[in-house]
């Protein structure tokens, strides 16, 4: 599998080739404006500025799919994100990850790399909601809640996903290792 496979479609409706990428560590992320694990913005945003002149991006993929966190247009989102936490990192447009309309490239990233549990202290709470997810979603619930995270090399292979619940020393470990 390789994400140069995929396109994705950026808020003004412009379609980018994920192969634009190509050769860079990538970070993709399904994201909220209202969700609990929204301050990983700050992280992210701070993981960027230290590594982006080394070859690695972030691409951001918002969500509403997880309890309404993410009722703004495209629009508002950005606005959001730049005003409170200082994005710069690729936003692109609002969508689904789980159903029937799933973004492909969520779909094929979470079939590489299933689902093995939630971690930490939200471990117990993470997993009750997730389960009501499941059941809205059946055997197309892909992603289990706002802000998980996938790791891609540079050759457009996933490296390793990382749930909401992980440690982001851990995440920036990762990215590190990769560059």
């Not at 689904?96 to 202290?121: C, I, Q």
């Amino acid at each position: 599998m390789s994400v140069y496979n995929h396109s994705a479609i950026k808020p003004d409706g412009t379609t980018v080739p994920l192969s634009d990428y190509a050769g860079k560590v990538l970070l993709i992320v399904n994201t909220a404006t209202g969700c609990g694990f929204t301050p990983q913005y700050e992280q992210l945003e701070a993981m960027y500025a230290e590594y982006r002149d080394q070859g690695f991006e972030i691409l951001d993929f918002p969500c509403n799919q997880f309890a309404n966190q993410t009722p703004e247009d495209d629009e508002g989102i950005h606005e959001f994100c730049t005003l409170k936490f200082g994005t710069e990192f690729p936003q692109f447009k609002k969508g689904d990850v789980n159903g029937d309309n799933a973004n492909p490239l969520f779909v094929e990233l979470a079939t590489e790399k299933p689902f093995e549990g939630f971690s930490g202290l939200k471990k117990v709470i993470m997993n009750k909601v997730a389960k009501s997810v499941d059941k809205e979603f059946g055997d197309k619930a892909y992603i289990k809640w706002n802000f998980t995270k996938f790791l891609i090399a540079r050759d457009g292979t996933i490296v390793a996903r990382f749930e909401p619940t992980a440690k982001m020393d851990e995440v920036k470990k990762a990215v590190a290792a990769q560059l």
